[in-house]
């Protein structure tokens, strides 16, 4: 329920600070005195239109605060969850309007969206009055009420998770008839790239893998005849090898005449004839290496430019080849399997929506059903209203080609205000003051179903006679035992009704700088009869007027 309302500097509204109660509240006072800026003030913190003329003459800028006491499960709490906004304490809906236009937006001290403060404020608040265009004018709500009225909101729920699971299956066999018939048209290509990728048989980093062995065989060729060179001077007729041993073993035989002499120059011949052997060797080992058959280097080219032929072929990488044959592979099977997956997603699409269309028709059947009770429920408040000779009717209309994620149903509330008069949309047939009454019965036989925690009624009983306001006055009392109710009204037989009695006047000081503003003050029993009685007696308040108001406070709802 709304328990706080603070309002700065908007129109005549200087400085307003409101505590409200659960029950009826009224709001009472003099034409012009400024009732409906109290209420324009409301909407602008429930995320209304937004307009700078609505600050206070002289004003920079114009501030409403709406606190709210919500209990835990309400709907408001998931939505400043889903958006990040702690859900704890009480909700404070803040609207700082500029006097240039721009406009700034707090929840729960936090900035916010616009949006947002109007997604929050639907579930909190309704304002009602005799040209109202908001809660009636959607169809959709109506079949939101008339869901809430019976009790439908599980199986509501229900059909429309059919519903999404219907349509996603659709989805998903449109996507798939899609791939198959792309792939469809790329068949032959497909099949030709396979054949040509699966006889070519890529394998990762293979042309890394040819790419080094190729170069290795080309710098082979190059250095070749060179270690062949050094191979023959120290193998060929010219090798010093022969002539190094046969010097060595004459200086041997020599080395015992002088001893000693020869002994160092005898190990370092013998040394260097050993390593002149083992440079030999090496040199052979080096010739084996290098030689390589030239049909081999022809054979790496050969593949190596095939890989590489493909991969300027399919514009891939030769490394992705293996991964992209794996593919047109998985594509080809898909192509295969294609048409049996088409019926497989074609029979689970017919059992979902066979499935979203029992339950569908199982809500339709129940909301044929609440549909007359409501129409039963309004119709009995409608004779205290003095419109005993109108009609309210729900207009259901179930069609199963127009299926949607509510079921196969729309409801809209129609009205035949006399006898023999066609019926047509609430909002369209009814004038104002019907309409007002129509609300009201419509909402006492809701009672507090499918409605905000707080109403908000503007004038609905104007034009009516006593008999009528009086009648209003009872229901909305009886609205206000299940939520709040604030009612702006003109008939004293409302306000008599009222646990809350609020008085709206206009007061300024004379003189050059007069500054007019709006003053709200909740009154006691005693105020509260004398109210009421200028109210049924206009300016000149008699004692038959005290008295009369007396006897309104005093009787029973």
Known sequence: MLVHLSIRDIVLIERLDLSLKNGLSVLTGETGAGKSILLDALSLALGGRGDGSLVRHGAKQGEISAVFDLPAGHRARDLLRENGFEDDGDLVLRRVQGADGRTRVFVNDRPASVAMMRDLGVGLVEIHGQHDDRALVDPEAHRALLDAFGGHQVEAQAVSAAFMKWRAAQAELSRHRVRVEEAAREADYLRACVDELSELQPLPG????????????????????????????????????????????????????????????LSRLDAALDSLSDAQMSLQGALRSLEFDPRALETTEERLFALRAAGRKFNRPVDDLPALAEKMIADLAELDAGEERVAVLEREVAERREHFHALAASLSARRHEAARLLEAAVMAELPDLKLERAQFIVEMVSDPERANEAGIDTAEFYVRTNPGTRAGPMMKVASGGELSRFLLALKVALADRGSAPTLVFDEIDTGVGGAVADAIGRRLKRLAERVQVLSVTHAPQVAARAANHLLISKSGAAGAEERVATRVAEMDLVARREEIARMLAGEHVTEEARAAASRLIGQEA
């Open 206 to 265: 293979e042309e890394e893998e040819l790419a080094d062995k190729r170069q290795t065989m080309m710098r082979s060729e190059k250095i070749a005849s060179d270690v062949n060179d050094a191979h023959e001077e120290l193998s060929g007729p010219a090798s010093p090898i022969p002539a190094l041993a046969g010097l060595l073993r004459r200086l041997d035989r020599r080395k015992d005449e002088l001893p000693g002499l020869l002994d160092e120059a």
